[in-house]
């Protein structure tokens, strides 16, 4: 008797992550043993196949062909059309302490899942709720960085794709997220966010041709293009340029003599060739020292 109900136990656990019912009968307690245990390592090898990340990440990956979504979503209990948001985040925590902590902040009940994705990159995929706006998706995503800053001690940055409908959309949410934080870090590194839809003019010089990039920055410094600035200069054109090109009020928070901010920019000035009071100019320096990083990193690439 207690052989035939674990078998029926196994028959069962099967068709629950299967959908396949079999009727099986074994005539003595070591064939029934037998059966069991070869159901039961079915079953086990099923799982490592069929998990749910694994089955979104090969979605994201684009690996799975459209026709066979809705099926094995089904398998795996998903629903295939559903309004969801995806976020990628990239952390030099270990992945278990993320995985944790990021399991208590999305309980499994909220339909969120967790995709191991990089080494060091997790995928978030989350379901919208009813009446969430695009600054209700960007504090989940502030959210997720506090509360990793404060619980793992780790530096986060996370970017978001618009929303997707159905699965079938979640590899385009992927390429989505993977620019976002390529761009976002590249360009934008002092945040912490970036929604797919607000990388402003990283995008464009993103997708521009490296020989295109080199030929702005030569007619911009000659042939004298500048490796960058250190640490310090680089805080203090920024700051400036926070303050809408206001030398006051750079000066008052960088705790500078307005003359000593004054002297700086005119060094910039005499080393560049752009006065950066200026807006013109300080917008044509912007852009080439935006150019300039992304030259420098696909050279170190």
Request: hydrophobic share 40%.
């Given at each position: 008797?207690?052989?035939a109900?674990?078998?029926?136990k196994a028959l069962n656990?099967?068709?629950?992550?299967t959908?396949?019912?079999?009727?099986?009968?074994?005539?003595?307690?070591?064939?029934?043993s037998?059966?069991?245990?070869q159901?039961?390592?079915l079953?086990?090898?099923y799982?490592?196949?069929?998990n749910?990340a694994?089955?979104?990440k090969?979605?994201?990956?684009?690996?799975?062909?459209?026709?066979d979504i809705?099926e094995r979503?089904?398998?795996?209990?998903i629903?295939?059309?559903?309004?969801?948001?995806?976020?990628?985040l990239e952390?030099?925590?270990?992945?278990?302490?993320?995985?944790?902590?990021l399991?208590n902040?999305?309980?499994?009940?909220?339909?969120?899942?967790?995709?191991?994705?990089?080494?060091?990159?997790?995928?978030?995929?989350?379901?919208?709720?009813?009446?969430?706006?695009?600054?209700?998706i960007r504090?989940?995503?502030?959210?997720?960085?506090?509360?990793?800053?404060?619980?793992?001690?780790?530096?986060?940055?996370?970017?978001y794709?618009?929303v997707?409908?159905?699965?079938?959309?979640?590899?385009?949410?992927?390429?989505?997220?993977?620019?976002?934080?390529?761009?976002?870090?590249l360009?934008?590194?002092?945040?912490?966010?970036?929604?797919y839809?607000e990388?402003?003019?990283?995008?464009?010089?993103?997708?521009l041709?490296?020989s295109?990039?080199?030929?702005?920055?030569k007619e911009?410094?000659?042939?004298?293009?500048?490796?960058?600035?250190?640490?310090?200069?680089?805080?203090m054109i920024?700051r400036?340029?926070?303050n809408?090109l206001?030398i006051?009020?750079?000066?008052?928070?960088?705790?500078?003599?307005r003359?000593t901010?004054?002297?700086?920019?005119?060094?910039?000035?005499?080393?560049?060739g752009?006065?950066?009071?200026?807006f013109?100019?300080a917008?044509t320096?912007k852009?080439?020292?935006?150019?300039m990083?992304?030259?420098?990193?696909?050279?170190?690439?």
């Amino acid at each position: 008797m207690e052989y035939a109900l674990e078998l029926e136990k196994a028959l069962n656990e099967l068709k629950r992550i299967t959908g396949v019912q079999l009727e099986v009968s074994a005539g003595t307690p070591e064939e029934t043993s037998q059966v069991v245990t070869q159901i039961r390592c079915l079953c086990t090898a099923y799982k490592e196949k069929y998990n749910k990340a694994d089955f979104l990440k090969g979605l994201m990956l684009n690996g799975i062909p459209s026709y066979d979504i809705s099926e094995r979503a089904s398998r795996l209990h998903i629903v295939p059309d559903e309004d969801r948001v995806l976020f990628l985040l990239e952390t030099k925590a270990s992945d278990e302490v993320v995985t944790e902590i990021l399991k208590n902040l999305f309980p499994s009940q909220t339909k969120t899942y967790l995709v191991p994705v990089t080494e060091n990159g997790l995928a978030v995929l989350r379901p919208l709720k009813s009446g969430e706006t695009d600054a209700s998706i960007r504090q989940v995503a502030s959210t997720i960085v506090d509360t990793l800053n404060t619980e793992a001690l780790t530096h986060v940055q996370v970017s978001y794709s618009s929303v997707i409908h159905n699965l079938a959309e979640l590899s385009g949410a992927f390429r989505e997220t993977s620019l976002a934080l390529k761009v976002g870090k590249l360009f934008y590194s002092e945040q912490t966010v970036f929604p797919y839809n607000e990388l402003g003019i990283g995008r464009l010089i993103y997708q521009l041709p490296v020989s295109l990039c080199e030929n702005f920055l030569k007619e911009i410094f000659g042939s004298d293009i500048p490796e960058g600035f250190d640490e310090e200069t680089s805080a203090m054109i920024n700051r400036f340029f926070q303050n809408n090109l206001n030398i006051a009020e750079t000066s008052r928070q960088l705790h500078m003599h307005r003359n000593t901010l004054i002297y700086r920019l005119e060094q910039i000035q005499k080393n560049t060739g752009l006065d950066l009071r200026l807006f013109e100019d300080a917008m044509t320096f912007k852009i080439a020292t935006m150019v300039m990083n992304y030259l420098r990193t696909e050279r170190n690439q």
